[in-house]
């Protein structure tokens, strides 16, 4: 039961740190270019 838990809080702790580093680069994206240009973007993605 704790190998599931460590497992887990593992796989929960890197998901956070995948959904940061989006955070940021979406952040970067907005102060690199203007909100239309960060619409389309995210349209294409």
Known sequence: ?????????LIISV?????IMRIIHSVKKIERFSLVNNDT???SN
């Not at 998901?15 to 959904?19: F, K, Q």
């Open 1 to 9: 039961m704790s190998i599931f838990i460590s497992w887990l809080v």
């Open 41 to 43: 973007n995210k349209t």
């Open 15 to 19: 998901a956070c740190a995948i959904g």
